[in-house]
């Protein structure tokens, strides 16, 4: 008999398969935060559950004994939300987690993903929910916040279910093998095959985009029958605590003990991260944070199978283009988004000193910046309308590294605050752009993380290129544009893309920014580059999650 | 157009690919070394070729420069095969395989695969000349030699060949993503993924099963666009040096360049395994060794994706039985198929002190061990057919832990020399039986490779499986078998497989054997237990050996 929740969300289910095989646009969860979608009240209500959470104090019916509270979130708009989350130990963690994992490793495939599929269904039902949980400890401005918190999210869920369904029932539950004798009888075996979990999963969040770099790991490791704690960011806790909360109540009422999903919440400051991932029954692994912190874990944790997505350091190259007043606001908006504070976002913008050809004919290096540089100014210009795209800074140390970069290599453009006409608390800044030399490797082959970019000139277009590949193999990086008409120039770009592992976005204008990766389609990151050793989704991402134990006997 | 190689093997991939996906009996390399199936001519040819190899030296047209010959393999059979192979320093390898992949990298799955099928077919073609290299390395008998270092042998590199074309022919090369934006025109972005290989892998052999345990990792690197440096055991040099030979054939042949494969051999005590694989040019590893040297490649070569078969402690629990005489004979073949020298050979068997129920009323723990020593004697009586399956003791620390066996615990079944017929110095030696107890862990929780088993008796089969369960989880197994009528012992066994990750054989009588796995239906290892971190071949066995590259633009 299949699985009930299995069955109400097969032909999601099989549409995502053919997704991902096709890799054409699909989603099953609206982006748009539309009263017709999502329901006359849904807004209203989203809101409201929100604000009943502030200064809340959480609980998770079924869960194991706390040892305290911890919260120390402050939302960049408004300050402390005064949100208390349980305390619980490693060692209460661990056998909470184990203990659930006996039932759950025994349901199969169908219960597992039937069980994700209805986390991420519920999970859309709570959006507008979610989008205020993003926006108060991200940053985000509210629509980034519904979209890339929200729906955008759930499809990277639901692409890791796919690709763990794909692969799982690529495997058949039995076979009868019967291998001839010549003039004899065929000796017949039966053998079954069983697909077991590695055991128990830790998804370490990180504090601009905890849903969307969370629901990979999430999901991929519970569709193959894993448990999964999840330790969210000390400063974004709350969007990782309803999806448990969710994901916990969707356990219950299936049957299942609900500690298959537990939250690990800390006081800022505190190692709970690497506490727990030295923990021999961790067997799963998914980060996303800073290159030091992912790079211990890949060295110390090989008990697991870690994936990491760690700093990358963007570029841009502008070598000729058809469009350069659309390059120029494709640029400055791919800037201004959420601050930079995005692994998308660029960084490094190359621009030969000769400048480039355009359809508006020859345009000198210094026409090139400033295009660039009015373009942000026409963007920035009415802070009732660039609140709403470039946030709030979320935190000190973002405002640490934009105040340190004002004094590398040369003006261009400085960074400006603005002041929020909603949340007068609130940090927000205009992109910062300097000019380097090609000479100052050690500025720019570093993440800057935050709205900090750098004009690099260089001799050539090859030159850039050069220096690009260079930098991606040594540094990594998660996206990669390249501006040009020139057929040549294209084709060496695409070499560097290939040699350097990174993809490419050519000849970006108009609404595609090269910071928006789109599941189903997009690979986010390519695992084959210092940013990240996985890409999202794959069947590597999956496949190494689960193992296969075989029963054979005589027939 | 298509790849001419991929196109003439395209039938027998999709052979193969359905093979994976049933996982019954299937095989396109007959393991019969029969004239009608291989021509009246093949096995002499074979002998002829081999015979000439003999006190030849080596030489690969089209190799890097040589800094001069080695050659240390012995005959376990005849002595010395005084064979020269050329010597390449690392740097060598490292720059001609390097140099190798620009092309290689370039042509795409379907020269990879096309290329890959057609060594294989080349391969299958050379069963007897690879037959007699496998003995006289291994010491092997001849039919095993042929079976397991031939076509099964090539089954298994078919068996990775068909997983990396589904896993890159499940990657679309191009598709357009059109994104609806209500009343306005949708946004189409034009994309293209290409699969790119990790660089060069690294194949480091054993000295037992050199092709058997070579060809998954050699054929999944190159099938994704790796090139490939083969570093065979000193010991066992000449069947992937033949292998090699003929692959770098069909490269040339194909328009690439030969060093895509290349031998790396060593004079015996020699460090260029670990010199090459700390090689940061080095992407992926495949390793068949001791645990020591595989978990230092584990360690140190996160450069790489590692993938090693290592030791295991394979286990048989004695409970029940309809067919004792089936039994005993079954689990004496297992003991002295090739003196033990096997990966899957069992080396524990724990059988209940109050004795097992039968076909034949209940027999006592003494009668259960008689019936396997009389057994083991019965079978090893008339040495001219003994050799036949015992083959020779491969190196002399295989003799060297047989006679510190000797002193272990108490003697049931001593190991006796056997002269062989043909081969006056050839070490055959019958298997050792000694008993232990249950509190002998140290020992037999350890591998003892080569004829060598332990008796443990144990107060119940429930004490058996909870013993094995926790050896299994700590030292690795890549087998496990029970005997046993009893249903509840039968789910009992199966929880433990599940939860120690080792697959399970049940009942096992008659010509089926614990140690042997078929490919295209039995995944060797379970990739989840310390003997081995990846199964040959799932899907995570490839996945992790080519990355995608994307480009998107607006169309």
Redesign the interface.
């Known amino acids: 008999m299949a699985n009930p929740l299995f069955e109400r969300h097969e032909a999601t289910l099989q549409q995502a398969l053919n997704a991902i095989?096709?890799?054409?646009?699909w989603t099953p969860y609206p982006e748009t935060p539309s009263p017709k979608i999502y329901g006359e009240a849904a807004a209203d209500e989203g809101r409201t559950r929100f604000e009943a959470l502030l200064g809340s104090t959480f609980d998770f019916p079924g869960q194991p004994p706390a040892s305290g509270l911890v919260g120390s979130e402050r939302s960049p708009y408004s300050g402390a939300l005064n949100i208390r989350y349980p305390r619980f130990e490693v060692d209460t963690l661990i056998a909470a987690s184990s203990a659930a994992l006996e039932n759950w490793?025994q349901a199969g495939p169908e219960a597992w993903v039937g069980v994700s599929l209805e986390i991420l269904a519920r999970l859309n039902k709570h959006s507008f929910e979610m989008a205020h949980a993003v926006m108060h400890t991200t940053g985000q401005a509210f629509m980034m916040s519904f979209q890339a918190g929200g729906p955008h999210a759930q499809d990277r869920g639901l692409e890791a279910v796919a690709y763990a369904w794909?692969?799982m029932s690529?495997i058949?539950a039995a076979?009868?093998?019967?291998?001839?004798q010549g003039k004899h009888e065929p000796?017949v075996?039966q053998?079954n095959?069983?697909i077991?979990p590695?055991g128990i999963g830790l998804v370490i969040g990180c504090c601009t985009f905890p849903t969307w770099n969370g629901y990979p790991g999430l999901f991929a490791s519970l569709a193959t029958g894993n448990t999964v704690i999840v330790k969210p960011h000390a400063g974004a806790v709350l969007p990782m605590a309803i999806t448990v909360k969710i994901a916990r109540e969707v356990l219950q009422e299936a049957g299942f003990d609900p500690n298959v999903v537990l939250l690990a919440a800390n006081q800022s400051g505190e190692p709970l991260a690497s506490k727990l991932a030295e923990n021999a029954a961790i067997k799963l692994i998914d980060f996303t944070g800073s290159r030091k912190n992912g790079e211990w874990l890949?060295?110390n944790c090989?008990h697991a199978q870690v994936y990491t997505e760690k700093a990358g350091v963007n570029t841009i190259v502008i070598d000729s283009t058809h469009d350069f007043k659309g390059l120029s606001r494709n640029i400055a908006l791919s800037l201004a988004l959420y601050g930079g504070q995005m692994c998308t976002a660029p960084q490094n913008i190359f621009i030969p000193a000769g400048g480039i050809t355009s359809a508006e004919g020859h345009l000198s290096y210094e026409e090139v910046v400033a295009g660039i540089v009015s373009a942000i100014n026409g963007l920035t210009a009415d802070p009732a309308k660039a609140v709403e795209f470039l946030g709030a800074i979320q935190n000190p140390g973002v405002l640490a590294r934009l105040e340190a970069a004002q004094k590398l290599g040369q003006p261009l453009l400085d960074s400006h605050a603005i002041a929020h006409p909603l949340y007068p608390e609130a940090v927000v800044r205009t992109p910062l752009l300097r000019a380097l030399s090609v000479q100052d490797q050690a500025i720019y082959q570093e993440e800057h993380f935050g709205p900090i970019a750098f004009v690099i000139k260089t001799s050539s277009s090859a030159e850039s290129l050069a220096i690009i590949e260079d930098t991606v193999r040594k540094h990594g990086a998660l996206s990669f544009s390249v501006y040009s008409t020139d057929a040549t120039v294209q084709q060496q770009a695409?070499a560097v893309?290939?040699h350097a592992?990174?993809?490419?976005?050519?000849?970006?204008?108009?609404?595609?920014l090269v910071n928006q990766s789109?599941a189903f389609?997009?690979?986010h990151g390519?695992?084959?580059n210092p940013a990240a050793n996985a890409?999202l989704s794959?069947?590597?991402f999956v496949?190494?999650r689960f193992?296969?134990?075989?029963?054979?006997?005589?027939a």
């Open positions: 095989r096709e890799r054409g646009y490793r794909r692969e690529a058949p076979s009868s093998w019967s291998k001839p000796v075996l053998k095959w069983k077991v590695r890949e060295a090989r695409q893309a290939e592992c990174v993809s490419l976005s050519l000849n970006l204008t108009g609404s595609v789109a389609s997009d690979f390519t695992g084959g890409a794959d069947s590597a496949a190494n193992r296969v134990v075989q029963t054979r006997r005589f």
